[in-house]
């Protein structure tokens, strides 16, 4: 019985101390191929291997086709934008290339979205807009804040992303 219990103990304790190197070498490694990548679950089950930003508010426009109900299903959606990749939804677009403008933010809302920095929370009077090739709705074209926010439009609601960390 003894010798039974001290093997599972014995497992268990080199499984931690395996995990706790490797996740040390990681952390001292630029390779990615090195670490172990722990997946997280996204609200409606699909799989992301890390969270950068997540849902946290919407704006519905004028001639959306999305309402209350489908943004509000949004809500704490996760979001990694990696160099070459965009994860959503359950989706990835690969080889992902990005371009960005800064833009003037009044104009540019007003005229794209028929609304104002104000609804959004941010006074500053430009934003950056970045420009993809990447097929998810919304990720063709999305905005970047100053605070690091971004404000991506899917079927004419203006989802707020909040960064999952601030630093």
């Known amino acids: 019985m003894y010798a039974k219990n001290s093997l599972i103990a014995f497992s268990v304790m080199s499984g931690i101390f395996f995990f706790c190197i490797l996740s040390a070498c990681c952390r001292a490694s630029d390779k990615k191929l090195d670490c172990l990548e722990q997946p997280t679950v996204g609200a409606k089950g699909g799989a992301s291997v890390r969270v950068l930003w997540t849902v946290s508010a919407y704006h519905i426009g004028k001639s959306a086709v999305w309402g209350k109900t489908e943004a509000q299903d949004m809500l704490f959606e996760p979001l990694d934008i990696s160099t070459s990749s965009i994860t959503f939804d359950g989706q990835t677009c690969q080889d992902v290339t990005f371009e960005s403008e800064i833009v003037d933010a009044a104009k540019y809302l007003a005229e794209g979205y028929q609304t104002t920095p104000q609804t959004f929370g941010f006074e500053e009077k430009t934003l950056r ?35 999952a960390v601030n630093y």
């Open 129 to 163: 807009v970045i420009k993809t090739n990447c097929f998810l709705p919304g990720f063709s074209e999305y905005m970047r804040l100053m605070d690091r926010r971004l404000i991506v439009p899917i079927n004419g609601v203006l989802f707020v992303f909040e960064p």
